[in-house]
């Protein structure tokens, strides 16, 4: 992987590269939108991601290149986000902005080549993947100091502030803290990171829908405002609570009759997802992986009824996934509004079985599935 990043740079640039860096992309394992409703969340870095090689230039300018995307140059004093086919590029110039912003001195720009394992588009997070690579292979390269949480917290910014997009700090933070056969779980509200290996004999599969909804962006941005918006009512009644995940499901059913069916749901999706990662700490702890599965069907069940951020392709994957008894549970993961499905299964859940689940698909969808047998793997470092 980094051999065809350096030949990339090379064939590019006409020299070798300075610094290189990696940082995978994440599985959302449970705990759907919680992050920037100040919630709990579990996840997994997966072995794929993108792999990052620069070297300092003389002069101010930034080029970007990488497998499979036209070439970008911009220049380091003007540091503004680009349109169009080079906007690909503003994940990378948003990490240098809030890295300067941050003290790290950079009189002289640079050249980068990426490569990616990753597929884009399948909720599995290639701009974080992007940004921390990024910041891993710049900090080094510049002489920055921070840790995997400061990093995190520069990636999310940089994808607030200059990319516009209102994540949360799930796929950051999963891509800084993943670590091999393990999950990473957030408090999102004290940004408090924990792993925990992966119950023995469990395997991730990523079913792509291949579903690619061009409105995905301002669908999360609406979502990110409904909650604030059912937060901000329930806030009148409920002055103590900071975010959603103050409160209980119980109260916001409570105050239904104030929020109406719209915001009801989109709270009680917030608060439930909440309450299902606490279940399935629970489970894991007893080594209950059915009753792990069962929280990720509920979870997906509540996207599609509450949330509603799942479609007809992820439903059809899911209902597929339910039909193999090897799978313990299956569930969107990320944003939603296409994407992917992940599922959660036993060691002889297998190419047979994932053949059987894309062909139920195909049936029913008229599109074909990419299949991912992955694993939790390293969060970003450098190579
Ligand atoms: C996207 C965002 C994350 C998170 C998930 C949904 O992946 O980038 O911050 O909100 O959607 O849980």
Redesign the pocket.
């Known amino acids: 992987m980094s051999a065809s990043t350096i030949t990339l740079f090379q064939e590019n640039y006409g020299t070798t590269p300075e610094q290189m860096a990696f940082a995978p992309g994440r599985i ?1 394992f449970i ?6 409703n100040g919630g709990l ?1 579990m996840g997994a870095a997966v072995t794929e991601g993108i792999t990052l090689a620069v070297r300092r230039r003389e002069d101010q300018q930034l080029r970007f290149i990488s497998d499979g995307l036209e070439g970008v140059a911009a220049d380091l004093e003007n540091l503004t986000p680009l349109s169009g086919s080079a906007s690909w590029v503003n994940y990378p110039l948003g990490v240098i902005k809030i890295l300067r912003e941050c003290g790290m001195s950079m009189s002289v720009g640079c050249d980068i080549a990426i490569t990616s394992t990753l597929p884009t588009g399948a ?1 599995m ?1 290639s701009s ?1 993947a992007f940004e921390l690579s990024t910041a891993y292979a710049l900090a080094a390269l510049y002489g920055f100091k921070s840790d995997s949480a400061g990093f995190a917290g520069i990636c999310r910014q940089a994808e607030n502030e200059f990319v516009g ?1 209102p ?5 950051q933070g999963v891509s800084a803290f993943g670590k091999k056969n393990s999950l990473v779980s957030i408090n999102c509200a004290s940004e408090v990171y924990r792993t925990q290996a992966m119950p023995e004999g469990t395997h991730f599969w990523i079913f792509d829908s291949n579903e690619k909804h061009a409105l995905v962006d301002s669908a ?1 941005a609406d979502r990110h405002r409904e909650c604030h918006q059912a937060l901000a009512v329930l806030q009148k009644a409920l002055p103590d609570a900071k975010t959603l995940s103050d409160l209980t499901c119980e109260q916001v059913k409570a105050h239904a009759a104030d929020l109406g069916d719209l915001l009801t749901r989109r709270a009680l999706h917030i608060t439930g997802e909440n309450a299902r990662v606490r279940s399935v700490e629970a489970a894991l702890e007893q080594g209950d992986l059915p009753g792990v599965g069962a929280a990720l069907y509920a979870s997906h069940k509540s996207s599609r009824v509450n949330f509603e951020n799942s479609t007809a392709a992820l439903d059809a994957l899911v209902a597929a996934l339910a039909q193999q008894p090897a799978v313990y549970g299956a569930r969107l993961t ?3 509004f296409g994407g992917a499905v992940m599922a959660f299964t036993r060691a002889d859940f297998d190419a047979d079985a994932a053949a059987m689940v894309a062909a139920a698909y195909q049936a029913q969808c008229s599109r074909e599935a990419t299949v991912i047998h992955t694993q939790a793997g390293e969060g970003a470092h450098l190579l």
Not at 167 to 171: A, E, V
């Open positions: 959302e705990g759907n939108h919680t992050d920037y969340v909720g997070s974080a997009m994540c949360g700090i799930l796929d999360y990320g944003g939603g």
